[in-house]
């Protein structure tokens, strides 16, 4: 496996091509975006935020990735590894991927790890929160870890052989903008059932799973949909705390609710996802 550098960056100003030299990058009209001391770059005007702090918070990133790092999505991962890799076994390929909402990393790191031999890997993970971006640049080197948006990608138009999206919120047309003909998004959505013991806590009743579309967006076709589904263990408080502070249940809960879930000493609860492989056409 050899991984190398994502160079299809683009302003996120003018959409022109960046140029890396040894401490920044640079489009032809001069706009300069500085590398960080952690190796990220930030391409996330101040005119493109909709808050100071947009994402993820510091407490809220140390939180996934002790969550992550401990394994307990795993087979999410190997699920998301399996779509990615599907069409590589055997022969010596090329692929370059974009996970649209990184967080601190741990897809792109399984994947970096999981590649097959004869893999040419070219890896960005992009977060909208800064603190996701260093979180991740500190961990690994090995992707380029980008701080932006997916309502407007500074990536080259169709560069991107697979886009990850994982339990996030898809943008199918700027998807479809930086994907190369016949590349595919990777979509993790979480199943009617995923975490439901944790939520029949948190929530007074529960509401019904916001259903995931059957007919592929404009642009794209359906290729394949599995579900990973399985029971998981978080045998103590503060794997139940991590849990919640990296799902958006840690906003819409209440206070009663969130006090009930600090007072449990270990849960089950099941992990319930849909992944598909959806292609531009």
Known sequence: MIIRPFEALACPIDGSALQRNERSWQCGAGHSFDIARQGYINLLP???????????????????????????????AEAVGNAVFHETGGSESSLSCLDAGCGEGYYMRYLAEK????????????????????????QD??????????????????????ILCLFGFPVYQEFARVLRPGGEIVQVDAGSDHLIELRSIIYPE?????????????????????????????????????????????????????SRAAEIESLNVTVDATIKRIRKI
Do not use: C
């Open 46 to 76: 101040v005119q493109n935020k909709r808050s100071k702090d947009p994402g993820d918070n510091k407490e809220m990133v140390a939180a996934r990735r002790r969550f992550l790092n401990s394994g307990f999505y795993q087979p999410i």
């Open 141 to 162: 080197k090995t992707p380029a870890w980008v701080v932006g948006s997916n309502a407007n990608l500074p990536v080259l138009p169709e560069t991107l052989d697979r």
């Open 206 to 258: 529960l509401k019904e799973a916001r259903k995931q579309p059957e007919i592929a967006p404009n642009g794209y076709k359906t290729v394949e949909t599995s579900s990973v589904r399985y029971s998981l263990t978080l045998p103590d408080k503060g794997a139940i705390a991590h849990l919640l502070a990296m799902t958006p249940h840690l906003y819409r809960a209440s206070a009663e609710g969130l």
């Open 115 to 138: 590649a097959p031999e004869t893999a040419t890997l070219s890896l960005i993970g992009l977060d909208i929160s800064k603190w996701a971006v260093l979180s991740a640049a500190k």
